[in-house]
């Protein structure tokens, strides 16, 4: 069995969600959100998400660590601003696997719905269906982590 970390990359709000993988199929473990005061100056909302980020890798010691990467089309501060994110997701994934994984948004369509091109609330509800959940995960970012760590198992079985 496989314990997977999925992470929607954010600096004011970062998804992340856990599942184990095997030959019978995926289960949930966990998920949530890391959200960061708006207050706060960027140094010490990246140390935040770094602080959490550890703690939740300690309690689920996944195998593998995988991110969405990133699609910005329009403004450029918070495009760079996720960037600072993601070098702490990536320098903290490194320290504790060697490595990370990483899935383009229709990547992440395809493997949980079947569409390149699938909207937001066809990938929730896949999920809640691949996981077996009676409801929709709230709030997307989380259900969007599980997404990535889904896109995750699924690539890690082909392969």
């Known amino acids: 069995m496989?314990?997977?970390?999925?992470?929607?990359p954010g600096y004011a709000r970062l998804g992340w969600g856990v599942i184990a993988s095997d030959s019978f199929g995926y289960r949930l473990i966990d998920y949530g959100c890391i959200e960061t005061p708006k207050e706060e100056e960027l140094p010490q909302r990246l140390?935040?998400?770094?602080s959490e980020l550890?703690?939740?890798?300690?309690?689920?010691?996944?195998?593998?660590?995988?991110?969405?990467?990133l699609f910005f089309a329009k403004n450029a501060?918070?495009?760079?601003?996720v960037a600072h994110a993601r070098g702490?997701?990536?320098l903290r994934a490194v320290h504790h696997s060697g490595r990370i994984y990483q899935y383009k948004p229709n990547?992440?369509?395809?493997?949980?719905?079947?569409?390149?091109n699938?909207?937001?609330k066809q990938v929730m509800d896949m999920v809640k269906r691949i996981l077996n959940l009676r409801e929709v995960i709230k709030p997307d970012d989380a259900a969007d982590a599980l997404?990535?760590?889904?896109?995750?198992?699924?690539?890690?079985?082909?392969?």
């Open 147 to 159: 997404a990535v760590a889904i896109t995750h198992a699924a690539y890690i079985r082909r392969s």
């Open 107 to 116: 990547q992440v369509k395809q493997a949980t719905t079947g569409i390149g």
């Open 2 to 8: 496989k314990i997977i970390l999925g992470i929607d």
């Open 88 to 90: 702490v997701i990536f």
């Open 54 to 69: 550890k703690t939740i890798i300690e309690k689920h010691n996944p195998n593998d660590i995988a991110i969405e990467e």
């Open 47 to 50: 140390a935040i998400l770094d």
């Open 118 to 120: 699938a909207d937001k």
């Open 77 to 81: 501060k918070t495009a760079i601003n």
